[in-house]
């Protein structure tokens, strides 16, 4: 008769108590409490509707959370909104109209910036104005490649299509390793010490992605989806989200997760979209800001991130 470790490898542990449902995905245990035999699972994370933002417009930075977010920038625009998880509010502007810049993705709702074209051009966020700071050494288009708080963030690459990287400590920008390829519209995400930016150009709508790991890039897994002007969303380079995008003429509703070593497709956006805002939040509660190009549909579009729902689970033994 066959036996579980026969079929498994391994014997099915006693545990007094259930473990951690997130951590045990798929694994079988005996509660020897209850005297049940458990197994933990994962449900699908999904896209939901969320609250419309008040003026549309491609290529939007955002930061913060999906309660307590800010988007700023866009085509170019100088306009800001916060979002309290009910209501957008147009505060300050920019002092600069900026299109395609970059910002401290994982800065909260009263401290990031905004940085990139024209000229390498930076300004920090106060929670009530932005103020001039110091100028980044390469002046590009950025995008959503770009990351790190207000006092530690981190610009990767960009247009005219280059490798460079640049840190900000909160006063001024400091060129570190190089990018493994010269790549621009993409997108990436992080901090200054763990980062992920994935797909772009050239060749147009690649899936290569690099991770940053503090000091150097180096290539890790591929995208299933290659794409360029996509967004992303996430806080570190081992936890990251892939949204929306090219390839022409339709946009992309693929939804991406990153783990720190590969990519799994997971719940598309309501609608396929592209040049849409960057995440705001991290890869489990993210909001996309869509501004519905080049496909049509609204402008001021807001989709929300749910994140797989994990549940611990009775097995029924006959």
Do not use: H
């Not at 951590?23 to 939901?48: D, H, M, P, R």
């Not at 491609?58 to 625009?77: D, H, L, R």
């Not at 390793?177 to 992080?190: L, V």
């Not at 720190?260 to 040049?275: F, I, N, P, Q, R």
């Amino acid at each position: 008769m066959a036996t579980y470790k026969g079929i498994q490898g391994y014997s099915v542990q006693k545990l007094a108590t259930d473990p951690t449902a997130s951590e045990t995905v798929g694994q079988l245990w005996y509660n020897s409490g209850t005297g049940k035999f458990k197994i933990s699972t994962e449900g699908a994370g999904a896209w939901s509707a969320g609250v419309a933002y008040n003026s549309g417009r491609q290529y939007i930075v955002g930061a913060g959370t999906n309660t307590a977010g800010i988007i700023f920038g866009g085509s170019p625009s100088a306009l800001t909104e916060t979002f309290d998880g009910s209501t957008w509010t147009a505060v300050n502007s920019l002092n600069v109209a900026v299109s395609q810049s970059g910002g401290a993705t994982s800065g909260t709702q009263s401290a990031t910036l905004s940085f990139g074209m024209p000229s390498g051009n930076t300004e920090t966020w106060n929670g009530t104005c932005w103020s001039e700071g110091s100028n980044m050494g390469t002046g590009r288009y950025i995008g959503q490649a770009s990351g790190g708080t207000a006092t530690a963030a981190i610009a990767m690459g960009g247009t005219p299509y280059t490798v460079n990287t640049e840190i900000y400590n909160g006063t001024s920008w400091t060129e570190v390793n190089n990018m493994q390829a010269a790549r621009g519209e993409k997108a990436g995400c992080g901090s200054t010490t763990s980062a992920i930016s994935a797909g772009g150009r050239p060749p147009a709508g690649t899936g290569i992605a690099e991770k940053w790991d503090g000091t150097c890039w180096s290539v890790t897994g591929t995208m299933n989806t290659g794409r360029y002007y996509q967004s992303a969303a996430g806080d570190s380079g081992t936890a990251a989200l892939m949204f929306a995008g090219i390839p022409p003429p339709v946009g992309l509703a693929v939804t991406e997760s990153f783990d720190g070593t590969s990519w799994t497709e997971v719940g598309d956006l309501s609608a396929a979209s592209a040049y849409g805002g960057g995440g705001v939040g991290n890869s489990s509660a993210a909001t996309m800001m869509s501004t519905g190009a080049p496909v049509g549909g609204s402008p001021t579009r807001c989709e929300v991130w749910n994140d797989p729902v994990y549940a611990i689970k009775t097995v029924t033994v006959s």
